[in-house]
């Protein structure tokens, strides 16, 4: 099945396994999850390519494929972890898209379909990537404490995984919170940290979405929490010498 073409490209998402069967879609297999990843992977190659407006209905479209074959394919214990797992990912993905779209409402209910997908699939990762995009959700939309508690919460769970630069990422989005709350202290200590995490360097851990972690949207994300505090003297990294740390 190739979805509805983005700017000129088709974009060939998922084929549809079973397509015109009704409900009896037959065996889902390794091959069918790597065909959800791969989607996630061109979703966000064409998000950086087109912008993400052309490309909403297909990653819905994709989504509900998945979808179908969780709910009406046969699936052996380890394919349908997996498969649910690759969902929550195409959902995370989906979710950007809206986000991106303006439609928060809409980004808001996929990164939770992410979530429930999570917990379901005992996905620490997942888990940890969805609260993290509720947190950033949270404060764009004006939301410190909720953004603050997301971000906390993702760091609860990605300890488990061993991925320090994630880590990083999370604080940095606590940092985030407590800026726009307006808590000086608060932030700083978690910018702290997140220099700290992020001297770890990669690990296996790491998952391959956050290759966009580099040490340069590191110290934008500082930038942007600095911004935040009227901090701008004290964008230097991992300073701890700002008012914020007294």
Known sequence: ???????????????????????????????????????????????????????????????????????DGTLTERTEQRLR???????????????????????RSLYREALAAARIGDDPA?????????????????????????????????RRFGSARLLALMAMREAGGWALLGDASAAD?????????????????DPLWLEFFTPGELAGLEALARADLAQHACRRRGRTDCPAAR
């Open 1 to 71: 099945m190739v979805l509805r073409e983005g700017t000129g490209a088709a974009l060939a998402l998922i084929p549809l396994t079973g397509s015109g069967r009704g409900r009896g879609l037959g065996r889902i297999g390794i091959g069918d999850v790597d065909a959800v990843d791969q989607a996630v992977a061109q979703i966000c190659a064409h998000d950086q390519d087109h912008g993400s407006a052309t490309l909403r209905r297909d990653a819905a479209a994709a989504l509900h494929t998945a979808y179908q074959w969780l709910q």
């Open 85 to 107: 797992s690759a969902t929550g990912h195409l959902s995370i993905a989906a979710g950007w898209l809206a986000y991106d779209s303006g439609r928060p409402a809409d980004a």
């Open 126 to 158: 997942l888990e940890g990537h969805a609260f993290g995009c509720l947190s950033l959700l949270a404060k764009a939309s004006g939301r410190p404490r909720e953004a603050i508690g997301a971000a906390q919460r993702a760091q609860t769970v990605i």
């Open 189 to 205: 200590q978690c910018i702290v940290r997140a220099h700290q995490l992020d001297a770890r360097g990669p690990a296996e851990a």
